[in-house]
């Protein structure tokens, strides 16, 4: 009988086996994820018509789809072409010229608004409850604190409004001092882009956006890389919420599973931002540069509106989940300096879910009553 050698045991003959077992269920594990993948990039592709809304299936694979490449999307060679959303929301004068910019005829008072959805039913709630009063609503989908404040001096000397409401969200809070919507929301990214401030002392510096208009944004996009890049290199020197694995185009936007991780990662990225900034037991972080240059933002609003005869009134939104904490952050700050104020907190507490709509919002009710109010505040302020 031929003896047994190394080359020719059963142990060696079982561990080839084995291992080459491991290697077939891997290889068929690999072939499988890749046939699932292909086929959810075919059922549920996302329209190539800017126009068509895609499907609730979609939009859910379509979530972890780099920033770059869901801009790319977006955006025409015309306005005609492109998404609606790329319209939205943009630092741009022709934009908020298409408000009033006076007291309409037979009416005694005019109310400027400043921010995001929340100051935008206030607005709304103005116009169709106060009878006696002009609105000029100046908004930008989920618009942080730095855009509404910039929107404000930007249309500073163009309007006569008798009151200036910048409203402040204590959801958002924590995206001031991003640069564009785009690196706000990662899911449904907007274009537009805004001001980034930094504290000199007990000024303020400005740091304008490369791009600035919905014309720039779409040159660099489709025909000039280098000011893409230019752009691109400024978020991230300056935009707290820019995270190149999000934000840069790569062939991870090709697979359907990986742009699932990448939502996944985009979420809890988010959330350690956010964390920086707010904790639900503590409140916001005073020690952050946020909430200082908050501060700083809040005193040089009133300032800039009280030179102009405009009676300045900062709208505190607290959203469920937030408790009163933007209240006790600016509240004392407020008072000590004299700044008119109205808080959601005495029309809507947090933890009454009832007065809250599924999306967040006010019931319309609370919109209303915080419209009276806002306005009487400006009346009370004029005649002082």
């Given at each position: 009988m031929k003896p047994l050698t190394s080359s020719t045991s059963p142990f060696r003959l079982r561990r080839s086996s084995r291992w080459a077992n491991v290697a077939q269920i891997w290889g068929w594990a690999v072939l499988a994820l890749v046939g699932i993948d292909v086929g959810i990039n075919s059922l549920f592709a996302y329209p190539r018509d800017v126009k068509t809304p895609p499907s609730n299936l979609e939009l859910y694979f379509d979530y972890g789809r780099s920033t770059e490449a869901k801009l790319q999307r977006m955006f025409g060679p015309t306005p005609e072409t492109s998404a609606p959303i790329t319209g939205a929301g943009w630092l741009d004068q022709t934009q908020f010229d298409r408000e009033p910019n006076q007291v309409e005829s037979g009416k005694e008072l005019m109310v400027a608004t400043y921010g995001m959805s929340f100051s935008q039913l206030l607005g709304f709630a103005i116009a169709r409850t106060q009878d006696q009063v002009t609105v000029r609503n100046i908004r930008a989908p989920l618009a942080p604190p730095n855009w509404s404040y910039a929107a404000f001096t930007m249309d500073l000397g163009n309007h006569q409004a008798d009151g200036a409401v910048l409203t402040i969200m204590s959801q958002n809070l924590p995206m001031l001092n991003t640069m564009t919507g785009s690196t706000v929301a990662f899911d449904t990214p907007y274009p537009y882009t805004h001001p980034h401030y930094e504290l000199a002392g007990e000024d303020l510096d400005t740091i304008a956006p490369?791009?600035?208009?919905?014309?720039?944004?779409?040159?660099?996009?489709?025909?000039?890389?280098?000011?893409?890049?230019?752009?691109?290199?400024?978020?991230?020197?300056?935009?707290?919420?820019?995270?190149?694995?999000?934000?840069?185009?790569?062939?991870?936007?090709?697979?359907?599973?990986?742009?699932?991780?990448?939502?996944?990662?985009?979420?809890?990225?988010?959330?350690?931002?956010?964390?920086?900034?707010?904790?639900?037991?503590?409140?916001?972080?005073?020690?952050?540069?946020?909430?200082?240059?908050?501060?700083a933002l809040v005193r040089d609003f009133a300032q800039a509106a009280r030179s102009q005869d405009i009676v300045p009134v900062i709208y505190l939104v607290n959203n469920i989940g937030y408790q009163d904490h933007l209240d006790q952050l600016l509240i004392p700050l407020l008072e000590a300096e004299g700044i008119p104020y109205v808080s959601s907190s005495d029309f809507a507490p947090t933890d009454d879910p009832r007065l809250f709509l599924g999306d967040g919002h006010f019931l319309e009710e609370i919109d209303e009553a915080i419209a009276a109010e806002v306005v009487n505040v400006v009346r009370q302020n004029r005649q002082q």
């Open positions: 490369s791009l600035i208009t919905e014309t720039d944004v779409r040159q660099a996009l489709l025909d000039s890389p280098e000011q893409w890049q230019t752009f691109r290199q400024q978020l991230e020197r300056h935009d707290p919420f820019y995270d190149p694995l999000l934000f840069r185009e790569s062939w991870l936007d090709r697979s359907a599973l990986l742009r699932l991780v990448r939502r996944g990662y985009a979420q809890v990225s988010n959330q350690g931002r956010r964390n920086r900034v707010y904790q639900a037991k503590t409140g916001f972080n005073p020690e952050s540069s946020q909430v200082k240059i908050l501060e």
